[in-house]
T-cell receptor, first 111, second 116 residues
Framework: LAKTTQPISMDSYEGQEVNITCSHN???????ITWYQQFPSQGPRFIIQ???TKVTNEVASLFIPADRKSSTLSLPRVSLSDTAVYYC????????????FGSGTRLLVRP | NAGVTQTPKFRVLKTGQSMTLLCAQD?????MYWYRQDPGMGLRLIHY???????AKGEVPDGYNVSRLKKQNFLLGLESAAPSQTSVYFC???????????????FGPGTRLTVL
């Protein structure tokens, strides 16, 4: 199972772009990279998933370098409502029960 | 669609009591999961199921049992509650990943359990 390392916490201000980097040095060939967001007192919510290069949706972008040993979640122009914990997970698509939620990155967006 | 629902939302137990947490999903998902989340920590997988009638142990299964008699329901049981089981319990479901490019997990709102 690929282990991930991400910063414990980050601070930002409204309107700024936030980049959260996750390290996964022993990622396997069949592994995807998935990010979840969790607000207090709620279950996690899927944000984005990718395998290589760049993936973009209406919420975020995910940048994955060629060696796939790290990935960066990019949140454009954050607002106060983006204050949450962000989890980076690595694992095979059809073995999602093997995904491990670490402690995540606590993002605090200030006005 | 209601998505993933959990019953009850809150519960207080005394040490040694038993209880069952119910998880239901209306998305026809094959996979279902039970996690626990302790304060300031990430989620840890207790048990999971890859289909009706099947269950398997996750990372922290001790003290818990599960059943998946119907595809839409996944029950988590505590036979003899202990204070160490005080936590927030999340249920999740996901479609089979074999034919899709991703296997997003959909989470319920959680059950806050306190064992005195």
């Amino acid at each position: 199972l690929a282990k991930t390392t991400q910063p414990i916490s980050m601070d930002s201000y409204e309107g700024q772009e936030v980049n959260i980097t996750c390290s996964h040095n022993n990622i396997a060939t069949n592994d995807y990279i998935t990010w979840y967001q969790q607000f207090p007192s709620q279950g996690p919510r899927f944000i984005i998933q990718g395998y290589k290069t760049k993936v973009t949706n209406e919420v975020a972008s995910l940048f994955i370098p060629a060696d796939r040993k790290s990935s960066t979640l990019s949140l454009p122009r954050v607002s106060l409502s983006d204050t949450a914990v962000y989890y980076c997970l690595v694992g095979e698509v059809d073995s999602s029960y093997k995904l491990i939620f670490g402690s995540g990155t606590r993002l605090l967006v200030r006005p | 669609n209601a998505g993933v629902t959990q019953t009850p939302k809150f519960r207080v137990l005394k040490t040694g009591q038993s209880m069952t947490l119910l998880c239901a999903q209306d998305m026809n998902h094959e996979y279902m999961y039970w996690y626990r989340q302790d304060p300031g920590m990430g989620l840890r997988l207790i048990h999971y199921s890859v289909g009706e009638g099947t269950t398997a142990k996750g990372e922290v299964p001790d003290g818990y049992n599960v059943s998946r008699l119907k595809k839409q329901n996944f029950l988590l049981g505590l036979e003899s509650a202990a204070p160490s089981q005080t936590s927030v319990y999340f249920c999740a479901s996901s479609p089979s990943g074999r034919t899709s490019s991703y296997n997003e997990q959909f989470f319920g709102p959680g059950t806050r359990l306190t064992v005195l």
